[in-house]
């Protein structure tokens, strides 16, 4: 049974004196589907968020995406404020943009913000029809934000009798099914605290109610489907692909011309990799069919735009052209893991290519969104990834081979002029591997503001006169499995104040660079993760100014605990000091309860990163 909730105004004031410490709190967050068919259904959605602070705004924002495969069919709202009238809310005053782009068929976004004196209530209740095809419905997260309390909410799907789904939740309570002349399934989530944003927290999808349920047997844009298994899925895909990889008979020849005098299969991914992204550029299209299946690849190679479907369906194109096999590869970016048990389309985001090489015994993952990306690298968002090949006879699941953490790794070498004023001339060398390098990819393109920004980022002291000195790296030398992208970077600036200067000494730090771990002073809330490992180097020499002697010098220092390692040592010679520091980050997941352990390590590692030097005068 529908019913409308009445909020007065005095219920909002006791509700916030209770929840003073939220940033928001959704007081009822109920959405309801009803699948009439497999092609059309209704979904409806009540939501009440009382927001507190400007912390708690995203919460009340209203927004919606419709095409041709859904549209919002009713809406109405108010907004509620202590000591004013209730603003009433009608589809008029709904914002709608588009989200239409080159190749994309038409879509749009619906929204609302709401704005003014805190604290408010917002209430929405909307309606949406699904038509042509439903490969998913509706998520359900009823919170996306910290610090919000959930206080009642629900997911209610009914669909026609016998009609099988899958899902995969979270923190949403067991679900109950009822069966009839239709099935129904109802999710009732229990009240949920909230969360706390921390850095080294697990992922969203384990901290707040979630919930993705898909039809197992579905029919989209006309196609009919199943998404029981990663087969199933594989096969529905390529058959969308069917017919989108056919190039002109022109194309084909300036393809097969351009790579006529390659000496081997590696050489000719390379120069049609390179044309890719030297003639074409990447725009996102997610909505509509546009969202699962690829646009031609003529259409790709007339406009020279599309999205990661469109782009790798035309590179495979080319492949294929000239003889090179290559599969069309289903991925998500943001999950290395499948969800268990759930092989819902909807949970792959992005789209590249695998190009096996005999000749060089290793399979190339492909990324063709990113002309930066060196080819042959599999990059951080892909290594270590489940996906799925979309081939003729279904999905094979899979795995991106990850890189060994050894590979991981960044090198600072900095020479240090010291002079008697404090001022010094610093020349810096950084060494940067795998994906270390990936902030790095377009340097040449950098303003030169973006260029001085990304050079003195985390230096202990002001920058002057930065010059870049060199640029090197082996993005073209893919040398097989474990090709590991390399850059060099070399630069130098002046400071007019490197050491402190005292009446006879100067102090100065071991090294010009902040390396301190964060920590956190509250109490902690997550678990303590840690996913990658890694290794930071750096090697500081520092040339003593005439006239000065070393009368300090740090401690060595020998770290090694299951969260991390850290080793430092010096050495000395009549004119220079030489520090060596390495940090090595481990990987962990250890519950909240430890951080004070973790602290105790970080704050070891931190007072060794802080230590300094003192040089007396030699009269």
């Known amino acids: 049974m529908r019913y409308r909730l009445i909020l007065p105004l005095m219920f909002i004031g006791a509700a916030l004196s209770a929840q003073e410490k939220c940033n928001a709190v959704v007081l009822e967050d109920a959405e309801t589907f009803v699948m009439d068919s497999p092609t059309s259904g209704t979904y409806s959605v009540r939501r009440i968020v009382q927001v507190n602070g400007k912390a708690g705004e995203q919460e009340a924002v209203f927004h919606e995406y419709t095409d041709q495969f859904r549209s919002l069919t009713a809406f109405k709202g108010t907004v509620e404020r202590a000591g004013a009238k209730p603003v009433k809310l009608k589809k008029d005053d709904l914002m709608t943009v588009s989200m239409a782009s080159g190749l994309a068929e038409d879509g749009f976004l619906v929204g609302y913000v709401p704005a003014g004196t805190y604290p408010y209530t917002v209430t929405y209740e909307y309606t949406m029809n699904y038509r042509k095809g439903i490969a998913a419905f509706p998520a359900y997260v009823p919170v996306t934000s910290e610090k919000v309390r959930l206080e009642k909410g629900y997911y209610r799907l009914t669909v026609p009798a016998g009609t099988a789904i899958s899902h995969f939740g979270e923190r949403v309570g067991e679900v109950r099914k009822e069966e009839g002349k239709s099935d129904s399934y109802l999710w009732e989530v229990p009240v949920f605290e909230g969360f706390t944003e921390e850095s080294m927290m697990p992922s969203w999808r384990s901290v707040v109610p979630n919930l993705s349920v898909a039809p197992v047997d579905f029919t989209y844009a006309g196609v009919k489907g199943s998404q029981g298994s990663w087969e199933d899925v594989g096969r529905w895909c390529y058959g969308l692909k069917e017919g989108a990889g056919l190039l002109p008979d022109d194309v084909v020849a300036q393809v097969r011309q351009m790579t006529a005098s390659a000496g081997s299969d590696l050489e000719r991914v390379r120069i049609l990799y390179d044309y890719l992204r030297d003639h074409t550029r990447y725009v996102s299209i997610q909505l509509g069919i546009g969202g699962y299946k690829p646009f031609p690849a003529a259409q790709v190679h007339k406009s020279g735009f599309g999205d990661c479907k469109g782009l790798s369906n035309y590179l495979q194109a080319m492949l294929e052209a000239v003889g090179i096999p290559s599969t069309y590869t289903l991925v998500n970016t943001d999950r290395a893991r499948f969800l268990n048990g759930y092989s819902g389309i909807g949970q792959m985001n992005h789209v590249m290519l695998c190009v096996p090489l005999a000749e060089q015994k290793d399979t190339l993952w492909v990324e063709c969104t990113n002309a930066a990306v060196p080819l042959g690298y599999r990059h951080e968002d892909v290594a270590g990834h489940d996906v799925v090949l979309v081939t003729q006879e279904g999905g094979i699941p899979v795995r991106v081979p990850a890189y060994p953490d050894s590979l991981s790794r960044r090198v600072n070498r900095v020479e240090i002029d010291l002079r008697e004023d404090g001022s010094a001339h610093l020349t810096v060398q950084k060494e940067l591997y795998l994906d270390y390098t990936e902030s790095w990819f377009g340097i040449h393109d950098w303003t030169p503001d973006e260029r001085l920004s990304r050079l003195t980022r985390g230096l202990k002291t002001q920058p002057q006169d930065v010059m870049l000195t060199g640029v090197r790296d082996n993005f073209r030398d893919y ?96 004119d220079a000091v030489t520090i060596k520091q390495v940090f090595h980050g481990k990987r962990f997941h250890e519950p909240a309860a430890r951080y004070d352990e973790y602290r105790t390590f970080v704050r070891a590692v931190n007072k060794a990163y802080g230590a300094g030097l003192v040089l007396v005068r030699d009269y």
């Open 479 to 574: 040398d097989g499995p474990l090709f590991c992208p390399r850059m060099e970077v070399g630069y130098t600036f002046e400071t007019r104040q490197y050491a402190t200067v005292g009446k006879d000494r100067l102090f100065l730090p071991a090294t010009p660079y902040n390396n301190t771990i964060s920590l956190q002073r509250g109490k902690r809330q997550n678990d303590i993760v840690s996913e990658s490992a890694y290794t930071l180097r750096d090697e500081i020499r520092i040339h003593l100014p005439a006239g000065f002697r070393l009368e300090s010098l740090p401690s060595p220092v020998d770290i090694d605990s299951e969260w991390g390692a850290f080793r430092a040592e010096v050495a000395k010679d009549q």
